[in-house]
């Protein structure tokens, strides 16, 4: 019987050492975000995102139950990609990932720490601040960049952007049923 519960155990032990370092990796933790988005599961995906994020992934959500959009191939397409997370850099309570996918398209995600864990921040002023910080990157033309500063700094009000893509999501919904009546026809 000991020699039964000591292998156990330890199984048991490097189990749940590896259940909880994965929090405290901001490496596996944008790993596990990543997958949980490629998924369109964006329940799964909050419980790796900031408190703050909350916002954004239920923008997400509600834009992808407007869109007519066939989740089955897209999320076929998605797993066809190689993507490569580097290892992270980490500065105090904030950290950076680079996820590449293909070898060619690099894109930062920004964790901070939040009650201790490493979490995703994938609210609405750091995705504006990485694609303003990639489009400069890629050389994109100054005034561009201001206009789409402004832009967003209006879309920052939740209320107005949910309205917006409530509307849009109605319009896209009567398009696709105006375009499967045309398909039948």
Avoid: H
Avoid at 60 to 78: H, P, T, V
Avoid at 153 to 169: F, I, T, V, Y
């Amino acid at each position: 019987m000991k020699r039964l519960f000591l292998p156990l155990l330890l199984g048991a032990i490097t189990w749940l050492s590896a259940c909880s370092s994965s929090e405290n990796d901001p490496q596996a933790v944008t790993r596990k975000f990543y997958e949980a988005m490629k998924t369109f599961n964006t329940e799964e995906a909050a419980k790796y995102a900031t408190k703050e994020s909350k916002g954004m992934l239920d923008l997400m959500k509600m834009g992808m139950s407007f869109a007519a959009l066939n989740q089955d191939s897209i999320k076929a397409e998605m797993a066809k990609q190689k993507i490569a997370f580097s290892e992270p850099v980490i500065n105090g309570e904030e950290a950076t990932v680079s996820v590449t996918v293909d070898g060619k398209d690099k894109t930062d995600f920004k964790l901070k720490k939040e009650e201790g864990q490493w979490k995703v921040a994938f609210d609405k002023n750091t995705l504006m601040k990485t694609g303003i910080e990639k489009a400069q990157q890629e050389g994109a033309d100054p005034a561009e960049l201001e206009e789409a500063k402004r832009a967003m700094e209006m879309l920052k009000n939740s209320d107005s952007l949910k309205g917006l893509l409530e509307k849009a999501g109605g319009a896209l919904q009567d398009a696709g049923k105006q375009l499967d009546s045309l398909g039948k026809q």
